[in-house]
């Protein structure tokens, strides 16, 4: 089989403005990316809140549960922390372009669509069956963010970068 588009449909194809910026510019275009991730994260949050509050499982509501208090809780301090590691990347970038905050931009690449995943993974969890059928948003926001953990590589790539920064000092 070929997959190759025809000689018409060549011409039509014409490259998202998305793409040349992000071959312009790979560290802003990263960091947005985590932000995407970061806003998806707490967008799932609210719902879960709400879901936790409102659903009746095991004679009460789960939010009344200690485990779904603090996965919601620990829901929260992760989208903080990654928000403020993606803010702490942006700074440098700002200030000495992307090569200069290369183990930054690594660490948000990896930390950022791994914290929506998580996130989402728990809302969909509260949400029980609902959280996985089309009555929310949730199950394409999770596959979305599933796939953000591949776009530039995966998470193993992004920790070894940090890893050979944290490292260079002693072993150098």
Do not use: N
Not at 4 to 19: C, G, I, M, Y
Not at 42 to 58: D, I, N, S
Request: a negative charge; one cysteine or more; aromatic letters at 4%.
């Amino acid at each position: 089989m070929d997959f190759e588009p025809s000689p018409k449909a060549r011409e039509h194809l014409v490259e998202p403005q998305e793409s040349m910026v992000s071959q312009a510019r790979p560290g802003p275009c990263r960091i947005h990316r985590a932000m995407r991730a970061i806003g998806m994260a707490g967008r799932a949050l609210e719902p879960m809140g709400r879901r936790a509050a409102e659903r009746v499982a095991f004679g009460g509501p789960p939010a009344s549960q200690d485990a779904v208090g603090q996965q919601i809780a620990e829901s929260r301090t992760a989208i903080e922390q990654a928000r403020s590691l993606t803010l702490e990347t942006a700074w440098p970038i700002d200030g000495h372009g992307a090569e200069g905050a290369r183990s930054e931009i690594a660490a948000v690449e990896a930390v950022a669509p791994r914290v929506a995943f998580e996130v989402l993974d728990g809302a969909i969890q509260v949400h029980g069956g609902a959280g996985v059928g089309d009555d929310t948003p949730l199950a394409a926001m999770y596959t979305w963010a599933g796939a953000m953990r591949i776009f530039d590589g995966p998470d193993e790539a992004r920790v070894r970068t940090v890893a050979r920064q944290e490292l260079r000092p002693y072993l150098s």
